[in-house]
């Protein structure tokens, strides 16, 4: 079974910038759509970003439209989140998520569900002073 290990996380000021990574242990990363998701304390879990499994395709949730890109490199078997012009409202714990699923159509709101993915990772934290 595939693991998935983020990393990036931190405190940053606002306007700041992080890097978030999201890397798989097995060798079937090629084969999962990926996703990130965050969740502030007392929230449910929202979607961030997607990624079809070429890089071919992106989603970006409208709250980070335009500050956050997410990218991957299938040789490396990682995933990427690049979070620019943090705001304080960017403060969650963020997690990356796997989707094998195939033979569905995929369009924004598909990736937007948490339930149409497989696994996670365990998450790390980001926290945006003001």
């Known amino acids: 079974q595939v693991r998935w290990v983020e990393s990036g996380g931190g405190l940053v000021q606002a306007g700041g910038s992080l890097r978030l990574s999201c890397a798989a242990s097995?060798?079937?990363?090629?084969?999962?759509?990926m996703g990130w998701f965050r969740q502030a304390p007392g929230k449910e879990r929202e979607f961030v970003a997607a990624?079809?499994?070429?890089?071919?395709?992106?989603y970006d949730a409208d709250s980070v439209k335009g500050r956050f890109t997410i990218s991957r490199d299938n040789a490396k078997n990682t995933v990427y989140l690049q979070m620019n012009s943090l705001k304080p409202e960017d403060t969650a714990v963020y997690y990356c998520?796997?989707?094998?699923?195939?033979?569905?159509?995929?369009?924004?709101?598909?990736?937007?569900?948490?339930?149409?993915?497989?696994?996670w990772g365990q998450g790390t934290q980001v926290t945006v002073s003001s």
């Open positions: 998520a796997a989707d094998r699923n195939t033979g569905r159509y995929k369009n924004a709101n598909y990736y937007s569900n948490p339930a149409n993915f497989d696994s």
């Open positions: 097995g060798r079937t990363f090629s084969s999962y759509d």
């Open positions: 990624i079809s499994r070429n890089g071919g395709i992106t």
